[in-house]
């Protein structure tokens, strides 16, 4: 072969492989990215300020985003090759334990879930008997089975209704159920329809037996890509650090992304503590992370999401996330 025909071959090559690699660009070789998330403060706001601050471009990324209702769904089409990354709520994280993703970053522990139930009910204990609305592997499911287990019943002490969360706010508004499993901003349409609703009970009231953290999850074939991931969690985390330090110009951005009122996610904003890069390598380092994690697993095995309790290295990339600080 001459040195023409060799160099022929070796361009011809090369443009084959680039046409067939659907992760590249035709520009540059930007890395494509499809992310799913939620629309609301935890789980828009750092996608929200990627956006602005144009950070996908600046660690070479495109992406491409979509609003789910709950993690459970993100999972499925994470594993149906839909999604290379997503957001998932407390309520979720048995699904990487049980090895269906891989948790690339921590994000907030939360507090916005509630049980939530007509005028009338006053107590736990009055559930019994009663149609209870629940996003199935939510943290609405989550909070309801611990609210079921503080006042002594189970799940065959109510009428359970599994339904979507958005469908939960249509239902409970018509009184087609007497309680449900539900978060924050979705019960302020609620109560914009009943008023008189009940709290009976919310994610501090079981702080000293388990944390309620959010995160962001790959699926098991984009968290083996490492360079991916890493410029996944090297926007994460320059996200995470504006958010901490520009708490207001964040909500201006999720309220434009999520075209709501400020005021609401503001609101919304509030029942979550937001976690910083620094925090969370702190936590990866003393166990912190772990434990809650730990925790939640020995939860999810009660209630019968996971036969036994993983070790949360297996599913939980905290090192990754640590080595991938700039």
């Not at 000293?208 to 996944?232: G, R, W």
């Not at 919304?268 to 969370?280: G, Q, V």
């Not at 297996?314 to 991938?324: E, I, N, Q, R, V």
Request: hydrophobic share 45%.
């Amino acid at each position: 072969m001459n040195r023409r025909s060799f160099v022929a071959l070796i361009a011809s090559t090369t443009l084959l492989a680039a046409c067939g690699d659907d992760d590249e660009s035709s520009s540059g070789g930007t890395t494509k990215v499809n992310f799913g998330y939620i629309g609301d403060y935890n789980g828009t706001s750092l996608l929200a300020v990627a956006n602005d601050q144009k950070l996908w471009a600046k660690h070479g990324l495109e992406a491409s985003t979509k609003v789910f209702t709950n993690g459970p769904l993100q999972v499925t089409a994470l594993n149906a090759g839909d999604l290379d990354f997503g957001y998932i709520g407390p309520g979720a994280v048995w699904l990487p334990a049980s090895g269906k993703a891989k948790i690339v970053a921590l994000n907030s522990l939360g507090n916005a879930d509630r049980v939530i139930a007509k005028a009338g009910i006053t107590d736990l204990s009055q559930l019994k008997g009663k149609k209870v609305g629940v996003p199935e592997g939510t943290s609405g499911d989550m909070i309801l089975t611990l609210a079921l287990q503080k006042a002594g019943l189970t799940n065959d002490d109510i009428q359970r209704v599994p339904m979507d969360a958005a469908t939960i706010v249509s239902a409970f508004g018509s009184g087609a159920i007497d309680a449900a499993g539900i978060w924050y901003p979705l019960l302020n349409n609620i109560k914009a329809k009943k008023p008189d609703l009940v709290e009976l009970a919310k994610d501090a009231d079981f702080a000293d037996k388990v944390s309620f953290p959010t995160a962001f999850v790959a699926s098991n074939d984009a968290a083996k890509d490492t360079a991916k991931a890493t410029k996944v969690v090297q926007v994460l985390r320059e996200a995470m650090d504006y958010r901490k330090a520009n708490p207001d110009q964040t909500v201006k951005l999720v309220a434009a992304m999520l075209k709501q009122d400020e005021a609401a996610v503001k609101a919304d904003a509030a029942n979550s503590e937001m976690l910083d890069s620094k925090t969370i390598d702190g936590y990866n380092a003393d166990g912190t992370a772990a434990k809650w994690l730990t925790g939640m697993g020995d939860y999810f095995v009660g209630a019968g999401k996971l036969k036994e309790n993983p070790d949360p290295a297996t599913y939980y990339l905290g090192d990754a996330f640590t080595k991938a600080a700039a």
